[in-house]
């Protein structure tokens, strides 16, 4: 086709394409400006510009503790993600037998299944066994989703460490362990760094499952934000804009490292 | 070390194999296994009946299905004839994509919450809508359908579009070259040749799109109206749960949210098997 | 679509990021004749078929038949308008559809009522001999039958011109010629105006009525296969077409003859005599006797099959030592080694052995001598 010539198709796209990114920028742009202003009920910009409601969420809620249970079980849901998954995904990638199919199929079927339809019964078996309410039990539903997730970034790159050098370290002496420690892992590290990236920037804003089990006490930020905006009443919502605003900023943050590690279109197929 | 599956291979296996059945598939017979029991114990069709015999709970579904496959639709829809355009690459492409990806990262809450403000009454997009003079008086997006709706589009559309982008791009460009060789138009290699080779992606983005808009939660709580017309099976199985402690009842109801699921994911791929039956070859020669 | 009259390329120049892809490519096509475009990767052969197919639009220059331009650099008839039929490297064949169906394709396109599509699709499959096949599906067919339906999805429209790109380099060797022999007589029975494109020297021989010798973007020469092969224009074509013994040498002295050149050439101590062909008006010849009032810088050139063993009829030899001697059957490939270092390869008919000393005579009327060197 000749190129840069304008067909009713590339119009048409770029106005679509500008009516969906400028809602979506509208709707940060709402939060942030709301967050930071007084008496803005009509008008397209607030006449006042203020930091209380800051100063107000930080009152309201511990945002450091907030902050720290969330990276802490993002962290803690990623590290045994990776353990529990590396190895499946070994044998996913290197080996053929029947039933191998099905097995992907029951290791994946977490990540199609969405939380809500799952996440009751799981509630309700964590609250059995009294691992519901806590940090502990917040780290136990979130790793549902996330090590399918895990096992599915990580075969294609153990795929591309082709068996051969594996042989080949093993005809040079090196025994199971050792091939897997100095040559595997060093060469799929890229492999769970990006596994590691991407699943710390799914579960930070992952909520059904987190809100279903969490307590008072180990709560994410996500959650929390749910819940102020829910009991829409009980603060004004500015307030709520702002601790909106901080965890836009927390994803956003690692957002943007995220990109720096893997591609877009990476994100979206594996962020589901 | 290509190969079978040897006794060290399968010790590999069981931390993944016992993650899997303890926090999923126990879990969900657990829930199977109270959906069909009373509190005491005793096995009864009680819960079930509190779902289809009560109207009230039994309307959920319809109001979900409701929501949810025009939501599917929609995206499914949209999502096809852009990615046909961009198939072939385009130029801002990383742009485009960054900011497709922005809504998926961000999540349903954060859009939510901000959608109340900017579609609301005296928001942005009421305000440029009146400028512009395509109404007169501001349109109600928020704490009904409309808003609900929209929150699935929005945050439905990018995994959509993405995902068949992804799938087009993989047919080989010398079957379209083929075709229009062979005297088809741009139309009529689409209709031919790019859709019917696209079906198998366009199913499972369906049904993946189906699921997650089935599902819907928070934005139907926050954005919709979750005491009546966006009162979705989730929330009902919520606030059995939740608010009337009745786990075995918010059982039964996510063991019929996973049937309904099940059953539109069957009759998709029922369809796509009728629509392609050529073998799976898309790739190059 | 009716066939045409003439159909002319006129100085067509492609441009592709800055790189030019083809430079004032030109060349008059005659109904039902098999032309050929030949040369290594990269040359422009495929983009030139690409161009003429429409798939790709020109920068400059026009392609037009019977006088009325398909493509002028500024407005071109789309691909799908131009009646031409053309069989990809890899086939292309839709994976969806039958092979019945995909013979059919254009046939649908162009709504023929259903009686004559049934009719036409089973005779083109009668021409490639895949009768019985129309049930199966392109992933249940090997790579010859695939391209087979390839052709017979193109001809069932009976082009008015058909294009082949690279068809038999997907094949292993002995169903290359096979197929070889098949598009041969196919054309010769249909006698559809053919663009070929390809790489292998071989398949050109056998199969084209002209041979387009391309090197990086640019024709080197066009030509009859006997002409391009016997008679090469240039040292690129010789190379290509299987000449060897390429060496630089100095002109010692050249004479002009009304249908040709004597010419003298010192190559590493080695004086070589070449009664060369190039008649007046032939730019071989023009640039030899340039060369020999400027540098005097030459590159030989002769066919390992033309050296001959034993001396000259003049009396004048080369001695040569064996160094490597390939067996092949009728005819060995050897490599000699001459006194002054020069490497020799000759194919000669009876049997030698390594680290013989030969005689060999470079005949006079075989060996090429072109201006310029080896680069």
Known sequence: ?272 | MQGGLRGGRLVLLIPALAFVLLLFVYPFLYGLFLSFTNATGSPTLANYGRLFLDPWELRTIWVTLWISVPATLINVALAIPFAVFMRHGMRGEKIITFFLIVPLTLGTVLLSEGMLSYMGPNGWLNQLLQAIGIVSKPVRFTHNYTGVLLSLVIQGFPFAFLMILGYVSGINPDLEKASRMLGASRLSTFARVLFPLMVPGIAICFCLNFVMAFSVFPSAMLLGEPSGPTRVIAIAAWQWAFEKFDFNTASAISMVMAAIELMVISAVLVWRNRMYRGASMVGKG | MEDFTSFVIKDVTKEFDGKTALTRFSLSISRGEFVTFLGPSGCGKSTALNCVAGLLPISSGEISIDGEPIDDGRRKVPAEKRGFGLVFQNYALFPHLSVFGNVAFGLHIRKMPKAVVNDRVRAALKLVHLEGHEGKFPAQLSGGEQQRVAIARCIVLEPRLLMLDEPLSNLDAKLRVEMRNELLSLHNRLKVTTIYVTHDQQEALALSDRIVVMRLGRIQQVGTPQQVYSDPANLFVADFMGFKNIWDGELESVQERADGLDAQVAVAGMHLRARLSYPVGDPRRDALLAASRGDKKVATAIRPEDITVGKAADGSCVRAKVALVEYQGQASFVTAYADNGTIIELRPPAPVRISDMIELAIPQDKIFVFAGSRD
């Open chain 1, 1 to 272: 086709m000749q190129t840069r010539k304008l067909t009713m198709g590339a119009v048409f796209f770029f106005l679509a394409m500008i009516v969906y990114v400028g809602n979506v920028l509208g709707i940060l742009f709402t939060v942030i400006l709301n967050s930071a202003s007084k008496g803005w009920y009509h008008g397209l910009l607030p006449k006042i510009i203020t930091g209380e409601w800051y100063a107000y969420v930080a009152g309201d809620h511990d945002i450091a503790y907030l902050l720290f249970i969330t990276f802490l079980v993002a962290v803690v849901v990623v590290a045994v993600s990776i353990l529990v998954a590396f190895p499946a995904a070994y044998v996913l990638s290197r080996s053929e037998f029947r039933g191998k199919g099905a097995l992907l199929s029951l290791f994946l079927l977490p990540m199609i299944v969405p939380p809500m339809t799952y996440g009751i019964p799981l509630a309700v078996v964590l609250y059995k066994f009294h691992l519901a309410a806590r940090v502990i039990g917040v780290i136990l539903a979130n790793l549902v989703p996330i090590v399918p997730f895990v096992i599915l970034i990580l075969m294609p790159f153990i795929e591309q460490v082709g068996v051969n050098l594996e042989s080949a370290a093993q005809m040079l002496g090196a025994r199971r362990w050792t091939v897997f420690r100095k040559v595997l892992i060093p060469l799929t590290l890229p492999g769970m760094l990006t596994a590691a990236i991407l699943s710390i920037v799914k579960t930070i804003s992952m909520f059904e499952l987190t809100y279903l089990v969490a307590g008072a006490k180990s709560q994410t930020i996500v959650v929390a934000l749910y819940a102020d905006a829910y009991a829409a009443g009980a603060r004004p919502p500015q307030a709520v804009d702002a601790l909106a605003v901080i965890y836009f900023l927390t994803t956003m943050i690692c957002l943007v490292i995220a990109l720096r590690f893997v591609s877009p279109t990476q994100m979206v197929f594996k962020i589901k």
